[in-house]
């Protein structure tokens, strides 16, 4: 989910929204970075703050150490978020968090926050999906109406389009997210984590003039990363310790490989639902290479890519305010009893109950 | 606000343990007195929606009296009992700041 950091990403969020002005606030924690944003249903964003754990080159992060990161940020984010959009809580119409998925420590920190907050100030939460989040953010932001679905990220591949209600899961990976093969592979050749991983591979990547044969592992809608992770971890040592290649040419290769592949899964499902826009999200949809090999495909297919940079693509606060928010506006919130977290929560589990209704009910659910 | 917390362990005998009818022979208490019920149940109802994630290895019980909020928990083991109690701690934590900083005469 986050830039392209390994693991999953929490977030949790809470949109405000008065009746007369649609403010929205909301908090996302999510992976390695906690945020809070305030939002209006209109998709303007007021504040959205955000903070990111960077871990020591080599290194990647673990659910305990990012939990106190979060602990430790959480409250002077949500400070920072109200000044910013210059806002009092009255002003909030609901509070939305991140109910996953993500790791579980992370998740909480945002959950318990909004619990306490809600009942300080008397207002509704609502708990958002944090992949359902990105596909909105991603279509307010770049004005994609009912495009096919690329979401990548740490944590996360999915091939997704709407369909009946739903955001249908067309094709995913089947062990680990691209972001976190990208991330690891960062780590072996010790890569700074600042700003992220997967940032300085692409710069490096860049440099590259050699392509190194990679496997390339697609599996009908579905693709598979840790088999090229294992296959080019072991040989980018032996490699480089021969003068065969250099680090810039096997991040050239690997991102060629991968995203090859995420390109052609995609190109499947427009195919499929007969949809020829593509909308990428995800942290690892800010890579220009990425956003390049998608554009040519679409291009050939009459089609348009949409695509967000880095302030969008990343997990953020903003994100999560919207989609509870969007939710909320369609008379959607959670109970005290069930503002739960988990770690598994699919895509396809949420209703898009706010797309069913978009020709009739709109934003009057606000005001009622 | 003040805090106060006691230990308890039984059961460092085995033998004794293999014994015994309940296997709960570790427990922890924790009285924490914000001198206010409305802030002690808003924390309280905050921690209560998360569930222990091993209930048939710890459980966790909150009251609420004077002000306090109260915490016993009871584990089958010692590593059980502490794990949960240094979670529970940092939520607990992070519940009360945010009342705290957040609660009435906030300021922005």
């Not at chain 1, 007021?46 to 290194?59: D, E, F, K, M, V």
């Not at chain 1, 999915?158 to 976190?180: L, P």
């Not at chain 1, 690891?184 to 010790?190: C, G, K, S």
Request: proline fraction near 4%; hydrophobic fraction near 40%; glycine fraction near 8%.
């Amino acid at each position: 989910m986050v830039a392209y950091l390994c693991l999953l990403s929490f977030l949790f969020t809470y949109k405000a929204c008065k009746d007369e002005e649609n403010d929205c606030s909301w908090f996302e924690g999510s992976a390695n970075k906690i945020g809070v944003g305030v939002v209006t249903l209109d998709g303007t964003i007021l504040s959205n703050p955000r903070h990111t754990y960077i871990t020591p080159p080599g290194q990647g992060f673990l659910p305990r150490e990012t939990a106190q990161h979060h602990l430790q940020h959480v409250l002077p984010l949500i400070k920072s978020a109200l000044e910013t959009a210059g806002i009092t809580p009255d002003k909030i119409d609901c509070l939305c968090y991140t109910k996953g998925p993500g790791m579980g420590a992370p998740l909480q920190v945002s959950a318990v926050v909004v619990r306490v907050l809600s009942l300080l100030w008397k207002k509704p939460i609502v708990g958002v999906n944090h992949c359902v989040a990105h596909i909105e953010m991603g279509r307010i932001v770049t004005g994609a109406d009912d495009p096919v679905v690329l979401y990548v990220s740490g944590g996360n591949t999915q091939v997704i389009a709407y369909s009946e209600g739903r955001y249908r899961i067309f094709g995913e990976t089947i062990d680990i997210a691209v972001g976190n093969c990208l991330d690891r592979f960062a780590r072996v050749l010790t890569l700074s984590n600042d700003p992220s991983p997967g940032y300085n591979i692409e710069q490096l990547a860049k440099k590259g003039e050699k392509f190194i044969d990679l496997p390339y592992v697609v599996k009908g809608m579905d693709v598979s990363f840790s088999g090229i992770l294992s296959y080019i971890e072991a040989t980018a040592v032996e490699k480089l310790n021969n003068n065969e290649c250099t680090p810039a040419d096997l991040c050239y290769s690997l991102q060629e490989t991968v995203f090859a592949m995420l390109v052609e899964i995609t190109e499947r499902a427009m195919a499929h639902c007969d949809k020829n826009d593509v909308l990428i999200v995800g942290g690892v949809g800010c890579n220009e290479r990425l956003q390049d090999m998608m554009r040519t495909m679409c291009s050939e297919r009459g089609g348009k890519l949409f695509a967000t940079d880095d302030r969008y693509c990343i997990d953020n606060g903003a994100m999560i305010a919207y989609t509870g928010l969007l939710e909320f506006a369609h008379g959607v919130s959670t109970p005290m009893e069930e503002s739960t977290f988990t770690q598994r929560f699919r895509t396809d589990e949420v209703h898009a109950i706010w797309r069913e209704k978009k020709a009739s009910a709109g934003i009057n659910g606000l005001n009622s | 606000m003040s805090f106060d917390l006691n230990w308890v362990f039984v059961g460092n005998n085995s033998e004794m343990a293999a014994v015994t009818a309940s296997p709960w022979d570790f427990s922890c208490d924790l009285e924490v007195d914000f001198e206010s019920d409305e802030n002690a149940s808003i924390v309280h109802a905050a921690l209560a929606v998360d569930k222990e994630l091993q209930p048939d290895k710890v459980k966790r019980q909150m009251s609420i009296a004077n002000g306090k909020l109260s915490v016993h928990f009871e584990a089958v083991e010692a590593r059980f009992l502490r794990t949960s109690f240094s979670a529970f701690m940092d939520v607990l934590t992070l519940a009360t700041k945010t009342v705290e900083q957040f609660g009435q005469g906030m300021e922005l």
